[in-house]
């Protein structure tokens, strides 16, 4: 069998060197991010005011005796599809070393599964179905799944909504804006990840759903999937689907939301007036960002990078996490004299900005701006984060009032502890008033919006000037190691590398490293980040504990080799 390597990382090595520590609230990490074979022709209707219509279904099939107790290998390359409260796999060829996973019958019947479990958990008067929206990203395989998805949600008596190419936010909204109102939204996307990837995200009213959840879903899409392998369940009746315009109505969501928060006193319906503001969308979906919300409230956005979607991202992948996504932002809007530049993954479900200047503003620094804005306007409410922060940045949000905490984000409201922002370094975003969804897009309007008040306070400095005291690592270096072998046994080695970091660390033979546990290896990297004001010796000595622990056979260690030569 040949060795391949797997798109996720068990173990994250950050190295930062920090003057001084500070203190950080540990809660133990829970999740916190809400979110929360051909059947034929597919049949479409315009809609215009996305009224429910039904949707032809064809018979349900259940599994037989034996089929149901044990699916076998066919069953469990369904279930290894599971990428905590996703769904990810390989829906082209093109991978070294990776065949495709995410096939066709794959996506029918895990949608189909959705469906039927949405209708046990939402309660709906006989013979009424429930209403699905779908979107999806530009990437290639996403038309061909498409129709699989609307026949499996079809087949589970779910009336089909298709929103095209849409945002993951603009799908979880589709369940919120009153014109829509659905019982449910399905994203086809794969966020940052290769063209040949794609996956499917869950949303109901309540948010994304839960691993758990997800679970269930791919445990009884596996035995549904080995059924039809045999030729059982037969073919369902075309599905009926209805367009609809989402990305409007979200925008002008959006818009509104601009509007009446900046309440311009001289041009209220046009507050950008006079802002010039880049947008790099990196053929993603975040162009609608540029004509149908900056451009509509009066900014100029020329300049701006990559807008057209493209499923093959032919420039750099939409990611701000991306050194050459940042860096041509930057060139962009120095190059134009702009006031803010943005920068959106595929899904815009994360966003990274670039101030007047030229700087970056991702990572720490993006979480500090939201913090310090967050906090003007609720003092003194706590702001969790992943470990991956800095103990600068905790010492910047305790220097404005408010408290930082890892992990656990709505359970502590639940418990009483107010908490109105929750942000990763990778760029997710999720505030208190936008029902804790990881928006790329809202985390932008809140920043516009501090920016536009700024010039109207006659504040000199852009956003940047509001991070300015922020302490920040004198050097910081990112070492990602892949799991080695089948992808099957990808989850089991992740597991033991993340394992046997953290009793190496327990057993204080790495002072000054901390393992950001975060639990399910399958949803999140397990992240090791070294405090100490030497970092290049301490990977040293981490490196020999890799060939000393046996986890480098079944690990790529040649990324941690490059940073101690």
């Not at 993951?168 to 994203?187: E, G, H, K, Q, V």
């Not at 930057?330 to 200047?357: E, K, M, P, W």
Request: proline share 4%.
């Amino acid at each position: 069998m040949a060795t391949v390597t797997t798109s996720s990382s068990p173990a994250t090595l950050q190295s930062c060197r920090h003057a001084s520590h500070g203190v950080v609230r540990y809660c133990p990490p829970l999740p916190w991010r809400r979110r929360r074979r051909s059947f034929g022709q597919v049949t479409t209707k315009d809609t215009a005011n996305s009224q429910e219509q039904p949707s032809a279904t064809g018979g349900r099939v259940e599994a037989p005796v034996g089929v149901a107790a044990e699916a076998g290998e066919e069953g469990d390359s369904i279930r290894r599809l599971q990428n905590g409260p996703d769904v990810r796999g390989v829906a082209l060829e093109g991978e070294k070393g990776r065949l495709v996973d995410l096939t066709p019958l794959a996506v029918e019947v895990i949608a189909e599964c959705f469906g039927e479990w949405l209708r046990e958990e939402v309660q709906r008067p006989e013979g009424e179905e429930l209403r699905v929206s779908v979107g999806r990203d530009p990437r290639l395989s996403g038309a061909r799944l498409s129709a699989e998805l609307f026949a499996g949600l079809a087949r589970a008596g779910c009336s089909v909504f298709a929103m095209g190419l849409a945002t993951t936010p603009a799908c979880f909204m589709s369940t919120i804006l009153s014109r829509f109102n659905y019982d449910a939204s399905i994203m086809m996307t794969a966020s940052h990840l290769p063209y040949t990837r794609n996956g499917l995200k869950f949303f109901t009213k309540h948010g994304g759903l839960t691993s758990g959840d997800v679970e269930k879903i791919c445990d009884r899409a596996a035995q549904k999937y080995v059924a039809r392998k045999m030729g059982l369940g037969g073919r369902g009746t075309p599905p009926v689907v209805m367009r609809v315009d989402l990305m409007s109505a979200y925008s002008q969501h959006l818009r509104d939301i601009i509007k009446q928060r900046v309440a311009h006193p001289t041009h209220y319906d046009t507050p950008l007036k006079g802002f010039k503001v880049i947008v790099n969308a990196g053929n993603g979906c975040g162009g609608f960002f540029t004509w149908d919300v900056l451009e509509k409230l009066g900014a100029d956005t020329t300049g701006s990078l990559h807008l057209e979607p493209d499923g093959t991202f032919p420039n750099h992948m939409p990611n701000p996490e991306d050194a050459t996504a940042m860096s041509l932002t930057r060139d962009a809007v120095l190059a134009h004299g702009a006031d803010l530049g943005v920068v959106f993954d595929t899904d815009v479900d994360r966003s990274g900005v670039v101030d007047d200047t030229g700087a970056a503003i991702n990572g720490d620094r993006l979480i500090a701006l939201m913090s310090a804005i967050v906090l003007d306007e609720h003092p003194g409410t706590t702001v969790v984060t992943d470990a991956r922060a800095s103990d600068g940045l905790t010492r910047f949000i305790a220097s404005r009032g408010g408290h930082h905490c890892l992990y656990r984000g709505v359970q502590l409201n639940i418990d009483g502890v107010e908490t109105h922002l929750m942000m990763e370094t990778t760029g997710h975003g999720a505030l208190k008033e936008n029902y804790f969804l990881d928006d790329g897009a809202y985390m932008v309007v809140k920043i516009v919006i501090e920016m536009v008040r700024m010039k109207l306070a006659g504040l000199e400095g852009g956003v940047g000037s509001l991070i300015m005291d922020l302490e920040e690592p004198a050097e910081s270096v990112l070492l990602r190691m892949n799991i080695l072998g089948e992808p099957k046994h990808a989850k089991q080695r992740g597991t033991m590398a993340v394992e046997a970091f953290k009793t190496y660390i327990q057993e204080d033979k790495l002072s000054g490293w901390v393992l950001d546990d975060c639990g399910d290896c399958s949803v999140s990297e397990g992240c090791l980040v070294d405090t100490n004001d030497h970092p290049i010796d301490v990977d040293a000595y981490m490196y020999r504990f890799l060939l000393a622990s046996g986890v480098n056979e079944f690990l790529d260690t040649r990324e941690v080799e490059k940073f101690v030569k």
